[in-house]
């Protein structure tokens, strides 16, 4: 199974690729650091501190050092190379916005200081608001939420206050198949029970659909475009003229807003709220759990109900307006994630209306890729795609090579593997997201590497199902590797197959 050489020490094969765990590494009696004598006698823990304690091991400073040092260089991120992750927009994020965020008169501002002390930070909030409205055409926005899911709680909150001030309470809402997992979670948190729309023939929502479902029980629709097989949903306008006229409101997922920054206009496509994923499209680094934001837009219908307090300029000064009797009040302790808005903040200043163009290179190279692998690869919804494109197994089944080999071949070729399985209405779905920052020869150089894993099912389907055979770790049970974690010396070595 494992074809790799078995390292005998550093400097012995170039690297040290089999890095113990320190309680394998650690001898009793070895230490850190020495203390001097304290000159008084040892007293006695507490008795609920008493006890033989956890099994620490014992090391000295240069191991621990060498053991992080090292594994820090395992990781693979944007700044290693192409991560060509899908439904996500793992993209490079411009250091820049990281030494802005890092200035000390904001890194440093105390939530509770005063107005007048805050003005630089409060102006920025109010800004990036108005900013983010005018990336999609709505007319205001909060930037309390503090992720994608919980926009989607806002947002849906924020339905539902609607149809209570407007005297009825709605008991459903239309989620379309595609939706991310998240959309029907926020949805049942306020209490909604989710309706699905089943996936039109082109890959998008049919309007017939939603007249056959859309009733006077039904609170609204949420809907995600570009939706999450990179394929904009053109009957949007159509379908949210339809969903008010029978008193319902439209909900838009805007993770994938990588796709149409500065160049869709959602109040004239009937949107009243959106969400953004700051952390998927305005440069914040995500992954391994946050933080995020995850800011909303509203048009004129929910523009009351927007979670307070928020800014106002009043005579040359920022203040807080708590005076929004019908807001759905707040959802975040403080101001949001500062920090993440700060640099969706600068990443915005930066672009200033180039932004139509980072989206308008997102599409053109999902595009790109999407026309190179066609040949080789199965594409469930031939169609001009936007910021992402989804291939599927059908074609390498045959050889008995699935999403999954191919994924794990590519790391064995140099690649991060796009996002595989996601979509769950695709079967054996493989994801990519180039995003906007990979030169075409990168793009190139991608694309080979997935065309060569694609002849190589034909020809040495073996290859595939071994991989990846040069990475740190071979093929692992994920299944193990995520209930059973190998966390300690002494547990055995779950998670390797
Ligand atoms: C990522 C994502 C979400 C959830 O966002 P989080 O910030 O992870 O909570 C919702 N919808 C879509 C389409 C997404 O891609």
């Known amino acids: 199974m494992n074809d790799r050489k078995k390292p005998t020490g550093p400097g012995a094969s170039g690297l040290v690729l089999d890095e113990p765990l320190l309680w394998e590494r650690g001898r009793p009696g070895r230490s850190g650091m020495s203390l001097v004598e304290a000159g008084t006698p040892p007293a006695a823990l507490p008795p609920d501190l008493a006890g033989p304690g956890p099994a620490w091991p014992d090391l000295c400073e240069p191991e621990v050092v060498r053991h992080y040092t090292r594994l820090s260089t395992w990781n693979f991120g944007v700044d290693t190379g192409m991560y060509p992750l899908g439904s996500c927009t793992m993209k490079y994020n411009p250091k820049i916005h990281e030494t802005l965020a890092a200035l000390p008169g904001f890194a440093k ?35 309390q939420p503090a992720a994608g899911a919980h926009g989607e709680l806002c947002g849906m909150l924020m339905i539902a206050a609607w149809h209570r001030h407007n005297g009825g309470r709605r008991g459903k809402v239309l989620i379309p198949d595609t939706a991310h997992g998240t959309n029907p979670a926020s949805a049942a948190m306020c209490g909604f029970q989710e309706v699905k729309v089943p996936l039109g023939p082109a890959g998008r929502i049919e309007t017939e659909a939603v007249a056959r479902l859309m009733d006077d029980d039904t609170a609204g629709i949420m809907a995600t475009n570009p939706n999450t097989l990179g394929l904009f949903e053109a009957n949007l306008p159509e379908i949210s003229r339809l969903v008010h006229e029978r008193g319902g409101l439209v909900y838009a997922d805007g993770a994938n807003l990588n796709a149409i920054m500065g160049r869709i206009d959602l109040e004239k496509a009937g949107v009243d709220v959106v969400h953004y994923n700051l952390h998927k499209s305005m440069s914040t680094p ?49 101001h949001g994630q500062f920090a993440v808005c700060l640099r969706a903040y ?6 200033g209306r180039e932004i139509r163009a980072a989206s308008g290179l997102a599409v053109l190279a999902a595009n790109y890729l999407q026309e190179k692998l066609k040949p080789a690869f199965d594409l469930p919804f031939d169609r001009r795609c936007m910021h992402e494109c ?21 790391i064995d070729l140099g690649y991060h593997p796009p996002t595989i399985y996601f979509p769950l209405v695709v079967g054996g779905a493989m994801m990519i997201e180039p995003t906007e920052n990979e030169s075409k020869e990168d793009l190139d150089a991608f694309a080979d590497a997935l065309l060569q894993a694609a002849s190589e099912a034909a020809s040495d389907p073996d290859i595939l199902r071994r991989a990846p055979v040069r990475s740190f770790a071979g093929r692992l049970d994920e299944t193990a590797a995520a209930r059973r974690p190998r966390l300690t010396g002494d547990m055995g070595k779950a998670g390797h197959a």
């Open 390 to 410: 989804v291939f599927t197994d059908a074609r390498q089944k045959k050889y008995g090579v699935t999403t999954l080999d191919l994924a794990k071949r590519l």
């Open 109 to 143: 501002a105390h939530p509770l200081l005063p107005e007048e002390a805050a003005q630089g930070a409060l102006r920025l909030i109010h800004e990036l608001e108005a900013f983010l409205a005018e990336i999609v055409g709505l007319e205001a926005a909060s930037l």
């Open 346 to 351: 600068a990443y915005i200043l930066s672009l």
């Open 286 to 334: 995500h992954g391994g759990g946050g933080p995020g934001a995850g800011p909303v837009a509203v048009g004129k219908r929910l523009l009351p109900f927007l979670p307070g307090p928020r800014t106002v300029l009043r005579d040359g000064s920022y203040v807080w307006n708590r005076d929004l009797p019908l807001s759905i009040g707040r959802l975040h302790s403080f």
